[in-house]
């Protein structure tokens, strides 16, 4: 008997459970029906937010970081032949690094810049990959950052070169395809003088004055990669016990090609105050490259 009772009472809270259930999922599928699809998405992410929720606010990293670190929007990675940073937001990099000797400059059997193939970068997230789409039909050049002809030890190391993550929008006539391959040319050339020559290389945004007003204006690809006003090449050579350095700095623009390069050499300051970029903060003096050298490019 009393087996059966309690058979009986359990039986009973069974239906009135099953009851409630039944009206809370009723409830759940009317309230969930008539919601946009990204709000029902939204209330689901927050439940499980709930669970880990945090119980201390001691510490404000440790806080945030139970929510995730929104990061600095930039993406970097390593190569074969050069190291980038990558700017999420701009879809181009915020420089290059390189290191050419002349033995780095020697080519490999084989390699050849039309066996390789310009694609977008799969270690980028799809939201803030540059596309080829960006650049198709736009009038720019897809310009290196990292030049395929430094990295000609293998045909690896130039594909990597092509990926989009490596490219700039550069003006093509007068500047990609000749003064801009000047100065890369320069660069390499460098490697007969210096054994060893680091370059950094990157696009620069800067502000355009207008009677008292500054103001930043720049075309952005397809509504994604963003066309630089400038790029930059920093570089390091060493000298005696040191080191020797000079930077320039280039409108993205048709470039006479007559006009010198020394003409757009700068103090590394006026990048760095540019970009955010801090350069050689290791090294405390340095030399003027162009000094020991004459900065000059050739046709
Ligand atoms: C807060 O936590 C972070 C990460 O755990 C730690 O690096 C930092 O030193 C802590 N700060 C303080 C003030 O305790
Ligand atoms: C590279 O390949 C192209 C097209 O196949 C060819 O015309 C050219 O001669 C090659 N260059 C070298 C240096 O082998």
């Not at 990293?61 to 190569?79: K, L, S």
């Not at 929008?169 to 490697?191: D, H, I, K």
């Not at 050689?280 to 490019?297: H, W």
Request: aromatic content about 12%; proline content about 4%.
């Amino acid at each position: 008997m009393g087996s059966f009772k309690s058979i009986g009472l359990n039986r009973m809270l069974w239906l009135w459970f099953g009851f409630g259930m039944g009206v809370m999922f009723t409830l759940v599928l009317q309230s969930a029906a008539w919601m946009p699809n990204h709000a029902q998405h939204h209330m689901h992410k927050r439940d499980i937010k709930a669970t880990t929720r945090a119980t201390s606010s001691s510490n404000l990293t440790d806080t945030m970081n139970q929510f995730g670190d929104p990061g600095d929007g930039r993406d970097f990675i390593a190569r074969d032949e050069y190291l980038l940073s990558y700017s999420r937001r701009d879809r181009v990099p915020s420089w290059t690094f390189e290191h050419l000797t002349a033995q780095s400059l020697v080519a490999g059997q084989g390699v050849n810049r039309s066996n390789s193939a310009f694609k977008e970068d799969p270690a980028i997230m799809s939201i803030f990959r540059s596309l080829l789409a960006d650049y198709s039909g736009s009038g720019y050049d897809r310009g290196h950052t990292a030049p395929a002809g430094d990295a000609v030890a293998t045909q690896e190391a130039m594909d990597q070169t092509f990926f989009l993550s490596n490219m700039s929008p550069q003006v093509g006539v007068g500047f990609n395809r000749q003064y801009w391959a000047y100065l890369e040319n320069f660069v390499r050339s460098l490697t007969g003088t210096f054994s060893d020559v680091y370059v950094y290389t990157g696009p620069a945004f800067i502000p355009q004055k207008s009677g008292t007003t500054f103001t930043m204006s720049y075309p952005v690809l397809n509504g994604n990669t963003a066309v630089p006003t400038h790029f930059y090449k920093v570089l390091l050579v060493p000298h005696g016990s040191g080191y020797a350095s000079a930077a320039f700095l280039l409108p993205n623009q048709k470039i006479d090609s007559s006009t010198a390069l020394t003409s757009f050499k700068v103090d590394v300051q006026v990048i760095e105050k540019a970009s955010g970029l801090v350069f050689f903060s290791k090294l405390s003096s340095l030399d003027d490259l162009c000094s020991l050298t004459t900065c000059t490019v050739t046709k």
